[in-house]
């Protein structure tokens, strides 16, 4: 996957940060979304986390997903 992929989230997931249900448990399974950023390097130096992926399904509702969290929406 690469910058620019739409995607799904293809597992169970529950987010506490979506915008409209602030505070409040929100499972965005099945929500599609674009892949702004991926995560390889923190201050020059390559890093491997655990959820590189930095996905916008809004404007104002990104996260950061894994691997085994989304699949291509192609």
């Not at 529950?14 to 499972?27: L, Q, R």
Request: proline fraction near 8%; charged fraction near 25%; aromatic fraction near 10%.
């Amino acid at each position: 996957m690469k910058v620019g992929d739409r995607v799904r989230v293809k597992t169970p997931l529950n987010v506490f940060h979506h915008p409209e249900h602030k505070g409040k448990a929100f499972d965005i399974t099945g929500l599609e979304g674009e892949i702004v950023r991926i995560h390889t390097e923190w201050h020059g130096r390559p890093i491997s986390p655990n959820y590189p992926y930095e996905v916008r399904f809004t404007p104002k509702f990104v996260t950061h997903l894994g691997d085994h969290e989304i699949e291509s929406a192609n």
